[in-house]
């Protein structure tokens, strides 16, 4: 996930398990967007970041999100949650969807069996040849650099030992989501590449989180 509060920070533990540091901690209910869950105890990994950041837990204590705060200033906060796709999570954006295919379903059978005869270890550079860019999670998060060889127009992520390697931008490519299995996904927009995260917009502050209160306001 893109923290919301430091440009360039990724969240990569996404695991719905109890955290570490939070297996004998007695949590407290709290309240976060709107959602009352059980926040574990500040994770010790992001104080170098300036932040406080604790996971949260659903009433079966599974992890479903975090919590970033400011660590001067614990008002300012951003809430995150854990989305039913990668893509989703990653941007904080739930209309992120699994189109219940992979990308084995867009291939012919000779064209499968090119790539499982190679173990599946180089579809990404066999698609590239095709035209088709995979982007995975990770290429969100730093997007690699596609080289073409000027000579005999075969395209890889390495650059070309002749010296005829030429940059191509994504644009010269149809770019299909792909998660590790390679699922395919649909982006919310069906267009461009969302940003990475030195493009993020600026996030106005909110309002503290709090604790239930067990007594109605007068």
């Known amino acids: 996930m893109f923290s919301r509060l430091r440009e360039g920070l990724v969240y990569h533990d996404t695991t719905s398990e109890i955290q570490t540091h939070d297996e004998d901690y007695d949590s407290e209910l709290w309240n976060y967007d709107g959602r009352d869950v059980y926040r574990g105890s500040f994770d010790p990994a992001f104080v170098s970041q300036n932040l406080h950041v604790y996971s949260l837990y659903d009433d079966?204590?599974?992890?479903?999100?975090?919590?970033?705060?400011?660590?001067?200033?614990?008002?300012?906060?951003?809430?995150?949650?854990f989305y039913d796709t990668p893509f989703g999570t990653l941007y904080?954006?739930?209309?992120?969807?699994?189109?219940?295919?992979t990308f084995w379903s867009l291939?012919?059978?000779?064209?499968y069996q090119d790539c499982l005869e190679y173990d599946f270890k180089d579809v990404r550079d066999r698609?590239?040849?095709?035209?088709?860019?995979?982007?995975?999670?990770?290429?969100?998060?730093?997007?690699?650099?596609?080289?073409?060889?000027?000579?005999c127009n075969k395209k890889s992520f390495s650059k070309f030992p002749c010296g005829n390697s030429i940059q191509l931008k994504l644009s010269d490519f149809l770019v299909l989501y792909v998660d590790d299995e390679?699922?395919?996904?649909?982006?919310?927009?069906?267009?461009?590449?969302?940003?990475?995260?030195?493009?993020q917009p600026e996030q106005e502050?909110?309002?503290?989180?709090h604790p239930p209160s067990d007594h109605p306001e007068d």
């Open 107 to 111: 291939l012919s059978n000779e064209a």
């Open 127 to 151: 698609a590239l040849q095709s035209g088709t860019f995979l982007m995975t999670p990770s290429d969100c998060i730093s997007l690699p650099i596609i080289y073409e060889c000027k000579k």
């Open 60 to 81: 079966n204590s599974k992890r479903i999100g975090i919590a970033e705060h400011e660590l001067e200033a614990p008002e300012v906060f951003k809430a995150l949650w």
């Open 205 to 209: 502050p909110e309002q503290p989180p």
């Open 182 to 199: 390679f699922l395919l996904y649909e982006s919310p927009t069906l267009s461009s590449p969302q940003p990475d995260a030195s493009e």
């Open 92 to 101: 904080q954006n739930p209309e992120w969807k699994s189109k219940n295919s």
